[in-house]
């Protein structure tokens, strides 16, 4: 059974840009949580979706955005970027939304000059 | 701030030896898990422990629970060089919208 799936692995964008991070959930699982984890670093609550609907949101300005597909599948836009929006982005899925464990895909590598 | 913390921060230890960690957090959770995470990349689920358990075993890992306290901790016995990762503890909490957060983290440094 494939596991939690992100793509790309790694992303260089320059300041101003905007970056669309991907990530594919285990097959059955319907929430999908998105964190960013900067060097060194625990891992900040980004955005949560289950069954299409956003759930929660961490403390991230406006320009951070997602989405939840029919697919469960899930888009991380993040706009207008910032050198300090260079981090490892995680996705992690779980099979419904609480008391789950929840399954970590590689991440991607988003680094910005 | 985060719901969970780790302590320490930090911890090096011989092969063999044993380690523990704690973890505290603020609100009442529905339960508490803890992850590990080698270099960097993504993190591997160890163990889920519910708000009306006290302590949980698995292999070399035994997690506690003390709800009055607000405290958890994982200790790893006989420890390997392979051990050595980032440990971290996630609640989910109603308070918190039922997210889960985690903390900060324990880096544990195992020596052959």
């Known amino acids: 059974e494939a596991g939690v799936t992100q793509s790309p692995t790694h992303l260089i964008k320059t300041r101003g840009q905007q970056a669309t991070l991907r990530c594919s959930p285990i097959?059955?699982?319907?929430?999908v949580y998105w964190y960013q984890q900067a060097l060194g670093l625990g891992l900040q609550f980004l955005l949560w979706?289950?069954?299409?609907?956003?759930?929660n949101r961490g403390n991230f300005p406006p320009r951070f955005s997602g989405r939840q597909f029919p697919n469960y599948s899930s888009e991380l836009n993040v706009n207008a970027l910032e050198l300090e929006d260079s981090a490892l982005y995680l996705c992690?899925?779980?099979?419904?939304?609480?008391?789950?464990?929840?399954?970590f895909g590689q991440g991607t590598r988003l680094t910005v000059v | 701030s985060q719901q969970g913390e780790e302590d320490p921060q930090a911890l090096s230890i011989q092969e063999g030896e044993n380690a523990t960690m704690n973890c505290s957090y603020k609100?009442?959770?529905?339960?508490l898990q803890w992850y590990r995470q080698n270099s960097g990349r993504g993190l591997v689920h160890l163990i889920l422990?519910?708000?009306?358990?006290r302590e949980k075993h698995s292999g070399r890992l035994r997690v506690t629970l003390d709800t009055s306290k607000k405290s958890s901790s994982l200790l790893i016995t006989a420890s390997r060089a392979a051990d050595t990762a980032s440990y971290f503890c996630?609640?989910?909490?109603?308070?918190?919208?039922?997210?889960?957060?985690f903390g900060g983290g324990t880096r544990v440094l195992v020596k052959p």
């Open positions: 979706y289950d069954e299409g609907e956003e759930r």
């Open positions: 996630a609640t989910d909490a109603a308070a918190a919208g039922n997210k889960l957060t």
């Open positions: 609100t009442s959770i529905n339960n």
């Open positions: 422990i519910r708000s009306n358990e």
């Open positions: 992690a899925s779980s099979l419904w939304a609480e008391n789950t464990e929840a399954f």
């Open positions: 097959s059955g699982h319907t929430s």
